[in-house]
């Protein structure tokens, strides 16, 4: 089994930085994609960032230059540096992964944290 667990989510001004942090643990063999995604009220859930061994970062057109997605592969955890935030970033952000659970399964599985609310206002 495993397990995605997020934190940093809170209440910021506009302007002002949050760190996300997702820990993933249990059964990990191995993690293609770290990522984050985020859903505000009525909209669709969006792809935030992605980072991967394999491939460049990628952010969503919003929040280029203003976020940045990192990861310490040897702990498992990722993180989203959230600087010069704006009330259009409020939203219920996620951490996932793409990650395979064995050695002999080449099969690779989507996992999601829980979520944490994120909002900017003033």
């Known amino acids: 089994q495993v397990q995605l667990v997020e934190s940093g989510g809170g209440l910021v001004q506009p302007g002002g930085s949050l760190r996300l942090s997702c820990a993933a643990s249990?059964?990990?063999?191995?993690?293609?994609?770290m990522g984050w995604y985020r859903q505000a009220p009525g909209k669709e859930r969006e792809l935030v960032a992605t980072?991967?061994?394999?491939?460049?970062?990628n952010y969503a057109d919003s929040v280029k230059g203003r976020f940045t997605i990192s990861r310490d592969s040897a702990k498992n955890r990722w993180y989203l540096q959230m600087n010069s935030l704006k009330p259009e970033d409020t939203a219920v952000y996620y951490c996932?992964?793409?990650?395979?659970?064995?050695?002999?399964?080449?099969?690779?599985?989507?996992?999601w944290g829980q979520g944490t609310q994120v909002t900017v206002s003033s």
């Open positions: 249990g059964n990990i063999f191995s993690i293609a994609v």
């Open positions: 980072i991967a061994t394999a491939a460049p970062t």
């Open positions: 996932n992964a793409d990650l395979t659970t064995s050695p002999t399964r080449a099969t690779m599985n989507r996992y």
